[in-house]
């Protein structure tokens, strides 16, 4: 299969910037020195032990296995929300980022180590132009379910329908406003609830579910909004999760009294909604969810990293659009499998790295201990 490797084409004026002023900061990123080019793992990944690799399952030292890969395919967005990535965020070079053929490549080594979900985010994947490809070429060398999260602004039928016949199992759209001039202020582009609101509407349509959707609730920017965004769960019957701010901002702006907890949100909704636990959350699940419990349909999902952290069922993996993979969201150590991946390595060696990097992975990210320290890279870079 022959990949076109070209950069995503960004609207410029979708992120309130002028193009030649879009440009000018993509250029500026293009520019800049970046720490984490092309082979620039810092230290030697330590082998995980021979049994481990033997097992040929990514297993970590606290007993948790990976079932879960998180590809990043590009750092680029058109959005520029105000907890997660600053209007002059520098984007990697374009020669950084992995091919669609590297990307598959990843995917089917990770499945060989029993990888049984593959979640594509960014960045904005939507804006990647080869993303069909990157889908149907997952979908030609495993089985796993592949689902997708997008801002979703860029959506149409016929973009949902050609991702779903390459093989796209389900979506996740982010919204964190019903409020025009909140969503624009949060997300500082000329996107509308609307436009979002039309894209989840043609998900449903399409048939790419069970769909979610994803809010970040930050103190003095949408914080009251927690019913009006339960009324989409009630209203399309799906899933809306409200994830807790997290110190991954490219500002490092991230406090604790900025963050609206789980806790809050759920006792917003249900001032105005009763809530009922299904109590049937995956292990390895992120979210608690919860019905309504006058029966309307939809659920409420609460994802709680900071007030009440899952680390102990984790079971994912992240692997960046630059050919990093991190142990979790949260490490300060990412591992450059680039340099394999264009070296000429052999599957087996891409899945002995997987293993080895997974062997790394801390119990936990700490967020509560004076001694955490914030990644250096934003959410933006890492996917989500
Ligand atoms: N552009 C896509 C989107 O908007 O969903 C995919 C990438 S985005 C980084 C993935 C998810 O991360 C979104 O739901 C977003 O709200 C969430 N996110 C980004 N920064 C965050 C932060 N600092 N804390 C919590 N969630 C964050």
Partial sequence: ?????????????????????????????????????LGATPEKLPAAPAHIRAGGRMMDSHGRTILDLRISITDRCNFRCVYCMEPDVQFQPRENMLTPAEIIRMARVARSLGVRKIRLTGGEPTLHPQLTDIISGIRAVTDVEIAMISNGSLLTRQKLSAWKRAGLDRMTISIDSVRIDRFARVTRSTVTPEDVIAGIEMCVAEGLTPLKLN??????????????????ARHFGVEMRFIEYMPLDSAHAWDRSLMVTAQETREAIEAVF?????????????????????????????????????????????LTADGNVRPCLFSTKEWSVMTLLRGGASDKELANFLIDVTWTKLAGHNIASPQFVQPERPMSAVGG
């Fill in 274 to 318: 009763a809530l009922t636990p299904t109590n049937m959350d995956d292990a390895h699940s992120t979210a608690r969810t919860f019905v309504f419990t006058d029966g309307a349909p939809g659920r409420i999902g609460f994802i709680a990293p900071v007030s009440n952290p899952f680390c102990g069922a984790c079971s994912r993996l992240r």
């Fill in 215 to 232: 809010a970040v609730l930050v103190r003095g920017q949408n914080d009251d909004e927690a019913v009006e965004l339960a009324r989409l």
């Fill in 1 to 37: 299969m022959q990949f076109d490797v070209r950069e995503p084409e960004l609207a410029g004026d979708a992120i309130g910037l002028s193009l030649p002023q879009f440009r000018a900061v993509e250029d500026a990123g293009r520019n800049a020195p970046t720490k984490r080019g």
